[in-house]
């Protein structure tokens, strides 16, 4: 038992789009802040976007905004990432994750498997 499954990924052309989700068990979903988190081969982990746990309240990091829609569905225990107009260095394994603030900044306790998005001609 995980505690979220991602889904929703796969091979897409630039300008393509794509739609993920995140399935949530063994926990409380609706009082989670949640993150999107992508990780390309051979880099660290990039936080992509995130959503408070009411889902009213949404960022994104500069490389994404005005492509990427975060939205959630709590009584689906659901979260999601609308993706549009993608570009071959949006490659990379999304990362469904909470986030949780600390002194030291965020904190992401719990993650999916990921799901691969590729990108390419």
């Known amino acids: 038992e995980v505690p979220l499954v991602e889904s929703g990924g796969g091979l897409v052309q630039p300008g393509g789009s794509l739609r993920l989700s995140c399935v949530a068990s063994g926990f409380t979903f609706g009082i989670y802040d949640m993150s999107w988190v992508r990780q390309a081969p051979g880099k660290g982990p990039e936080w992509v976007s995130g959503?408070?746990?009411?889902?009213?309240?949404?960022t994104y990091a500069d490389s994404v905004k005005g492509r990427f829609t975060i939205s959630r569905d709590n009584a689906k225990n659901t979260l999601y990432l609308q993706m549009i107009s993608l570009k071959p260095e949006d490659t990379a394994v999304y990362y469904c994750?909470?986030?949780?603030?600390?002194?030291?900044?965020?904190?992401?306790?719990?993650w999916g498997q990921g799901t691969q998005v590729t990108v390419s001609s």
């Open positions: 994750v909470t986030s949780r603030a600390t002194d030291n900044g965020l904190q992401y306790d719990y």
């Open positions: 959503i408070n746990s009411g889902g009213g309240n949404t």
